[in-house]
C-alpha cells in the first residue's frame, strides 16, 4: 500500500493521490497527538481504495477519533459542523455575528439599511472602534461549492449603493468598510477582485492564518454543531433559540434541562462543551 498511489473523489469531482501528509496535519490541527495520528493514518490507510471519496474519508477518521478522543473529535469535525449550521445560512449569519461580539464588535443581524438606489437587508453590520462594517454572508451546505468572483461582484455593489445614500438609515454612519464572509473557499479571481475593490474577504482559510477556522480555534468559539453528544434535533432546538456557541450552552443551561436531557448525559455535554471552551 504505502507504494501504490490511490487516487481519491474531492467533493468537485476532481481526481487526486492520497496524501498522507493532508489528512496528518488536518488531525494534527485537532489537536491529537502523534500517536493518535498514527493510529489514525494506520487504519485509514488500511481501508483505501481506488475512488474512495475524501468524504469517506473524513467519516472512517472522524469515527476512530470519536472513539479514542472525542475532543479531538470535535475540533476535527469544525468544517462539517458549520456545514450543519444551514440549510438556510440564516443561522450561520448568527454565527458570525456572535463570534464577532466575543472579538469586540457591536453587531446587528439582519438589519434594513437605505442605499441610494434601493433598500437592502445587510446580514451583518458590525460596529468596532468607531468604524462601521457591512458584513455579507455566503453560506454554501455542501461541500466543493466556492465563491467565484461574481458574489464579491455583488456585494461591492451593494456596499456602494449604501455608501451613496443621502438619507442613511444605517444607524451608526455610513460604513467604512465591505466584508463577504464564506464558510468554504473564494476563487483566485474572487480574492483579486477583494483585494482590488478593497472589499474585506473571510473564507475558511482566507486570509492566510487569519481565515474562519484560526479565528474559531484561536478564540475557542466553536458552533454548538461540533458537539458529538448532542442529537441533530438538540442542535436544532438549541439554535433556534439562538444558542449558536458551545460556550453560550455552558453558561445557560437552562435549554439542557429544557430538551429532558438526564444529569448524567448532562454532566458529559458540559464536559466536552467545557473543554472545547478551555473553561
Known sequence: MEN?????????????????????ESLRH??????????????VKEELFEGISTKEIYNRAYAILKRKKPLFASKYKLKKAIYELGPTG????????????????QTEVGKVVKGK??????????KKNGKTYLIECKF???????????????????????????NNSVGF??????WVVTNTRFTQE?????????????????????????????????PIT?????????????????????RQLYKDTFYLDHLGISENRKTRILKEIGQLCQF
Do not use: M
Not at 485537532?30 to 487504519?43: F, R
Open 117 to 126: 438606489c434601493v433598500s437592502h437587508e445587510i446580514d451583518v453590520l458590525a
Open 4 to 24: 501504490k498511489v490511490i487516487e481519491i473523489r474531492k467533493s468537485s469531482g476532481e481526481r487526486v493521490p492520497f496524501s498522507s501528509l493532508k489528512l496528518a
Open 173 to 178: 454612519k455610513v460604513p467604512d468598510e465591505g
Open 90 to 105: 440564516f443561522p450561520f449569519e448568527k454565527f458570525i455575528g456572535t463570534l464577532l461580539n466575543f472579538s469586540g464588535y
Open 30 to 43: 485537532s489537536g491529537a497527538d502523534e500517536s493518535t495520528v498514527n493510529t489514525v493514518l494506520q487504519k
Open 140 to 166: 454554501h451546505g455542501e461541500e466543493g461549492r466556492n465563491c467565484n468572483v461574481k458574489v464579491p461582484l455583488y456585494i461591492h455593489s451593494r456596499f456602494k449603493d449604501v455608501c451613496e445614500t443621502e
Open 226 to 246: 461540533v458537539s458529538t453528544l448532542l442529537s441533530q434535533r438538540e442542535k436544532q432546538f438549541l439554535l433556534s433559540r439562538d444558542i449558536v456557541l458551545c
Open 190 to 222: 474572487a480574492n483579486t477582485y477583494g483585494q482590488c475593490s478593497g472589499l474585506y474577504l473571510l473564507s475558511w482559510d482566507y486570509p492566510e492564518n487569519d481565515g474562519l477556522r484560526n479565528r474559531i480555534d484561536r478564540l475557542a468559539l466553536y
